[in-house]
């Protein structure tokens, strides 16, 4: 019986799931409060993966400059983890997606109160 998912997807399912582990467990660090792992992008081969980062309601820069500098050791506990001969080289993104989200939320409201005050007249 052939697997539902293939192994990309699930190797990027359990790096999301360790790196939220290994974040809330190992690294106490205040630049990491409210980080979220919001998707993981894996190359064919899985030798890189493109994390991308979410940090509720702040600014994620700070929380992307520590990652990037914990990047080799959390490879290495990555591959401990997983079981994985080689682990992926991890590189890190701020995701824009939820301030877009926001974005166009704000667009939405503002036309629909715009366009009820024109019906009321």
Do not use: C
């Not at 106490?28 to 998707?39: G, I, N, P, Y």
């Not at 991308?52 to 400059?65: H, I, P, Y």
Request: hydrophobic share 40%; glycine share 4%; no cysteine.
């Amino acid at each position: 019986m052939p697997k539902e998912y293939s192994r990309s997807q699930r190797v990027k399912v359990q790096i999301q799931r360790e790196l939220t582990q290994l974040i809330s467990e190992g690294y106490s660090d205040a630049r990491l409060s409210l980080v979220t792992f919001t998707s993981v992008e894996l190359t064919a081969d899985l030798s890189s993966a493109r994390v991308f980062v979410s940090r509720m309601g702040m600014d994620v820069s700070e929380a992307l400059v520590l990652l990037k500098e914990m990047a080799p050791r959390m490879r290495g506990e990555l591959g401990r983890r997983l079981r994985m001969r080689h682990a992926p080289e991890l590189y890190f993104f701020s995701d824009e997606v939820p301030d877009t989200a926001d974005w166009i939320n704000r667009l939405i409201r503002d036309a629909v109160a715009d366009d009820e005050s024109h019906h009321k007249d």
